[in-house]
């Protein structure tokens, strides 16, 4: 099968990429490498012809024929603005990538006739800060983000029933948890596991924003991976949240990886930025159901993974 995965550069895109090609199916990626980073390829290029990359815009209009040349069957759309952060700063750019890019995307794998678009949605942020937990899917219909992220990446939800209602384009919007795991990429503001072990790594002391009590909900790579996987022929027209259930503290995590590392150093602390959440935790019972899916990884040993590939980087 020809698959489409957009944001194929990126963190998530490049390791769900690289699983596709294992299951041998053609992978054709495209990402405009805002954050992506062609060593994330590497694997993947090594499949020859089986692996195409695209350095493109999703928003260009260059995507209609790329989408008519490959005819993919199944769309992974996980290119984004995908930081909170930025977000705050420039709710244009945010709003101009996350809506009109995934429009752009759902129209043109409309217009050749593709099977499916499965979409990385935003557990942590969908939810606003969340009335109960952990948060369930249908706390989405009453829900009000805290970050313009948040909002353009909830919205995208509503479009996507809507193409599955008038256009017929079948999907399943995968809400993801904190994604950790390789290939994170510990410069940027999104991965606080990556963040904390490269600095713990490097000798430095990490910065604990807040009291550090706020907690997460932090789901490994291989899992989420599995989970995108697993949509391609289940959980049809739903939103489906993929993550533990379990709730870490920062300072938890922090014990967790100075640990596994053997840091003795005192964190740094700093103001909790605006946009952050007291407390996240996903339902993840509708992902056994709806996609025969469960994380199977411990957090003890995700985190040991990803200390080790810091290590090798
Ligand atoms: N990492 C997480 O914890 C997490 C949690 C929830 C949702 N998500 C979502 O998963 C997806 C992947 O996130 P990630 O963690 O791999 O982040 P990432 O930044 O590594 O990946 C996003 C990719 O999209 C590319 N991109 C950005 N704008 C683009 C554009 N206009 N055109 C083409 N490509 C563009 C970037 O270059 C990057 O490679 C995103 O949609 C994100 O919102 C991630």
């Given at each position: 099968m020809t698959v489409l995965v957009t944001g194929g550069a990126g963190f998530i895109g490049s390791n769900l990429a690289d699983r596709l090609l294992a299951e041998d199916h053609r992978v054709v990626a495209v990402d405009d490498l805002s954050t992506g980073r062609i060593a994330n390829l590497g694997e993947a290029r090594g499949y020859g012809k089986a692996y195409t990359f695209f350095n493109m815009d999703v928003r260009?209009?260059?995507?209609?024929?790329?989408?008519?040349?490959?005819?993919?069957?199944?769309?992974?759309?996980?290119?984004?603005?995908?930081?909170?952060?930025?977000?705050?700063?420039?709710?244009?750019?945010?709003?101009?990538?996350n809506l009109m890019g995934t429009l752009n995307v759902v129209e043109c794998a409309i217009k050749v006739g593709a099977r499916k678009v499965i979409y990385a949605a935003s557990g942590g942020t969908i939810y606003g800060e969340p009335r109960r937990i952990p948060a369930k899917e249908t706390a989405a219909q009453s829900s009000h983000p805290l970050s313009p992220y948040g909002i353009s990446k909830k919205?995208?939800?509503?479009?996507?029933?809507?193409?599955?209602?008038?256009?017929?384009?079948?999907?399943?919007a995968c809400a993801l948890a904190n994604v950790y795991g390789p290939r994170q990429d510990p410069h940027g503001e999104a991965g606080v596991v990556s963040i904390f072990a490269?600095?713990?790594?490097?000798?430095?002391?990490?910065?604990?924003?807040?009291?550090?009590?706020?907690?997460?909900?932090?789901?490994?790579?291989?899992?989420?991976?599995?989970?995108?996987?697993?949509?391609i022929d289940r959980g049809s027209g739903k939103l489906v949240n993929i993550g533990t259930g379990l709730e870490t503290s920062v300072n938890g995590l922090y014990r967790l990886l100075a640990d596994i590392i053997g840091f003795d150093g005192e964190p740094e602390h700093g103001p909790l930025p605006p946009g952050e959440l007291r407390r996240s935790a996903l339902d993840i019972t509708v992902a056994s159901s709806a996609l025969a899916w469960k994380p199977w990884t411990h957090l003890e040993d995700g985190l040991a993974e990803t200390v080790a590939y810091l290590k090798g980087v």
């Open positions: 260009a209009d260059g995507l209609l024929p790329l989408f008519e040349r490959h005819k993919p069957e199944v769309v992974f759309h996980l290119a984004a603005q995908a930081g909170v952060r930025p977000s705050l700063d420039d709710p244009l750019h945010d709003a101009s990538v919205a995208a939800l509503d479009y996507l029933g809507f193409y599955q209602r008038y256009r017929g384009m079948d999907y399943t490269s600095t713990m790594l490097a000798g430095g002391s990490p910065t604990i924003f807040g009291d550090g009590n706020q907690t997460r909900d932090y789901v490994f790579i291989d899992d989420v991976v599995h989970a995108f996987v697993q949509a």
